[in-house]
């Protein structure tokens, strides 16, 4: 393996003292839920491994994932982040391009064989031999099985990778495919989120490289530090949701109040995500404390799941859109109406048959 | 019945068999028929079925009243500072409690279907390779349409009365149960004896909004059974040939006629 410089070595090249260094370190340790035993491991690591190196690659996505990468609130982030991996592919952010890049990747599959980390952000369409994302004039799908054969792992970044997001919504015209549903024999970790935030990105690359490991995965091969609870769960708001307090209506007196949004159709009581512990952009707020519920980008399919702002998301069979409670009612309603007639029916045919009885007896008494 | 030894007093011994229909969808034995026959009232419903069945009327009934309100939140109350006011908390562990309480009953009727009497395995099984049992459940649905003048006697559950609380009740409460539990263990988390339990139901589902959506539509399944039941019960009560209400809160089944089917 060639020469490459630890972390510990482009942070110093780059100008960061070493008290900083260590204060992202200890930082570092914190955001994974790790004692303070771990912040000397996790210095040392970084003082001693060689940079591993990723191959970024992109499919059908927004970049949003890489958006927000790139804006890792840590001090240190935008330098060493990027500088902690090596990352040597990535159409987006690297300076060649055209044949240059490309050559790029089959040199660094080549060099680093069975060792890279391969980030996939957004997914492979599969319609149309691939068709619909072309990189490099071929199919995404195919420059993913390449990269993915000799990868280490793969991190899917984003809801695009994870669960296929917005372009693989109903109908779904171009077969976008979730990661995990084309690679099915590397390991996959699943970072979902639409865009997943910084922190946990650049956390879960940390844990990787100071553990040699991948970290502690869901059932929905999630890292766990950050995916085992849901926003609702620790949520500021909490108390009102308790209490029974919500806001009714977008301008009301409970929304300057800043009551649950529940009834807004927040989906913090169905997403998993570390939005209300780690917050964006440096710790600054989140949509909940802006006022705006969850819209739960992180969860599989959050697009099919009906409206962003209602309580009870619509159900699509049979062709009606509606929700459980208008199908509810509804029926109710229909078998209601039934049973009255029902009983009309059977008030009647009873009726009947005792003035037939009635007759018949009178009939065999005379 | 080939297997019938003890002696049944035949008024006329031209007479047909007594509760054919009975008899061949397995709801009646030899010793019933006689039974019958003496006191024209059968035990069928014993002490812990019937307490299992109010318990259980009346955690469905708190579950669903609980329910409606989790997904449809009573108007907001400003009783008192958040920190004092707990509301919609006892809402949710209204229905968390019976939900346990429903749960343990229904283990505890699943155990008694080992223990119990013939009536009380009914439930559990619904006998589709009996081709007797659907002749009598289309038998059954004509009754109901009006098709037939008289309805036949039935010791346990009549064929089309089985088949609803089968589906309903067995199949029905056990997804209820666990999708409940699956939700339930979202908010004790990973890791937690819920989470271990009935995690898996959730991987399943693919996500908690839909988890939540199919939690929901199976209330409004047992609500829809709740109106048939007790309309059913009410109508076969004055319409049928049998007791239906009084046999559920004394375990007996008293006949209105001693003709035989």
Redesign the interface.
Known sequence: MPQIETFYDVMRRQGITRRSFMKYCSLTAAALGLGPAFVPKIAHAMETKPRTPVIWVHGLECTCCSESFIRSAHPLAKDVVLSMISLDYDDTLMAAAGHAAEAALADTIEKYKGNYILAVEGNPPLNEDGMFCIIGGRPFVEQLREAAQHAKAIISWGACASYGCVQAAAPNPTRATPVHKVITDKPIIKVPGCPPIAEVMTGVITYMLTFDRLPELDRQGRPAMFYSQRIHDKCYRRPHFDAGQFVEEWDDDYARKGYCLYKMGCKGPTTYNACSTVRWNEGVSFPIQSGHGCIGCSEDGFWDQGGFYDRLTTIKQFGVEATADQVGFATVGVVGAGIAAHVAASALKRAQKKSQDAAQHEKTEA | MTDTKINIHQPNPEAPTPLEAARLTGGARPEDIESLRLQAAVYVYEAPVRMWHWLNAAAITVLIVTG?LI????????I?E??D?????Y??FAHFAAGMVLTVAFLGRIWWAFIGNRHSRQMFYVPVWNPRWWRELFFELRW?V?LE?EPKKYIGHNPLAHAAMFTFITLGMTFMIVTGFALYA??T??GSVPDLMF??V??MA?????L??LH??G??AI??FA??HI?AAI?EDI?SRQSMITTIISGWRTFKDDRVE
């Open positions: 409606y997904a449809s939140p009573p108007p907001t109350m400003e008192a958040a920190t006011q707990f509301v919609f908390g809402i949710r109901y009006f003048k979202e908010g988390g990973q995690g898996w959730l991987e693919g996500n908690s909004m839909r939540h959506t929901h539509l209330m409004w609500t829809l109106i048939i309309y109508r319409m």
